[in-house]
């Protein structure tokens, strides 16, 4: 939809997701070299969940990005509520891997508004993720969002959802959205661009014109 646009786009898959194994990495930093690696500057970074995170490490890195777009991003990391969603995700990988048509049916379920595309692409994600991400990530990846946020030296908007599978909890959530200049809430779940993939574009076209840069957007 925003190839539709006019947009370039780049998928980009972080290490542990996608059937990439997590390998060697130990941090935020390191998911953040491995794209580096991969893709190349200059882009406006739109970074889902723990990709938000990654985006604004990508964000420090000299040059690379021209601005970043926080989808939907987590609270603090190696907390209770982190560990819990962890083990939740774990079960639930573990339930796609054992049964993937059921997981697919209750998904549908509890998301009326996706396409049997859409719980099929999430189930496969499921499926080739590293049963090690949820685990390492909970125990050993941590990060102060609006710390990270006020640091970035390039532009950052954020699109969240709003309900009880929101993944941004409070206080961080106050935070941003009060200190952000381009902020969209959708009534949506956790998976923004699948709930209201109309919403989801136009924020992301909204966010990328903000940035008055020539050329086709990337």
């Known amino acids: 939809m925003l190839e539709e646009r006019g947009w370039q786009v780049e998928r980009a898959?972080?290490?542990?997701?996608?059937?990439?194994?997590?390998?060697?990495?130990?941090s935020v930093a390191d998911l953040a070299?491995?794209?580096?690696?991969?893709?190349?500057?200059?882009?406006?970074?739109?970074?889902?969940s723990l990709g938000a995170v990654v985006a604004l490490e990508l964000a420090a890195?000299?040059?690379?990005?021209?601005?970043?777009?926080?989808?939907?991003?987590?609270?603090?990391?190696?907390?209770?509520?982190s560990r819990e969603d962890a083990e939740q995700r774990?079960?639930?990988d573990a339930a796609a891997r054992t049964d993937p048509h059921t997981a697919v049916t209750e998904l549908l379920h509890g998301h009326p508004t996706w396409t049997r595309r859409d719980a099929r692409t999430v189930v496969e994600g499921r499926l080739r993720s590293d049963p090690a991400l949820q685990r390492f990530s909970a125990r050993h990846l941590s990060w102060d969002l609006p710390a990270r946020v006020a640091a970035s030296p390039v532009p950052v908007g954020l699109l969240v959802a709003v309900g009880r599978y929101s993944a941004l909890a409070e206080p961080d959530r106050s935070a941003l959205t009060g200190s952000l200049a381009h902020v969209t809430e959708?009534?949506?779940g956790h998976h923004v661009h699948l709930d209201?993939?109309?919403?989801?574009?136009?924020?992301?076209?909204?966010?990328?014109?903000?940035?008055?840069?020539?050329?086709?957007?990337?």
Not at 13 to 26: E, F, I, Q, Y
Not at 198 to 214: H, K, M, N, Q, T
């Open 186 to 188: 959708v009534g949506a």
């Open 90 to 92: 774990t079960r639930e």
């Open 196 to 218: 209201a993939p109309e919403r989801w574009v136009a924020a992301v076209d909204a966010f990328g014109a903000s940035l008055s840069r020539g050329g086709p957007p990337r």
């Open 33 to 48: 070299d491995d794209v580096v690696e991969h893709h190349a500057a200059g882009a406006l970074v739109v970074g889902h």
């Open 61 to 81: 890195r000299a040059s690379y990005a021209v601005g970043v777009l926080l989808e939907d991003p987590p609270g603090p990391g190696r907390t209770r509520r």
């Open 13 to 26: 898959t972080l290490a542990g997701h996608g059937g990439r194994p997590l390998g060697a990495v130990r």
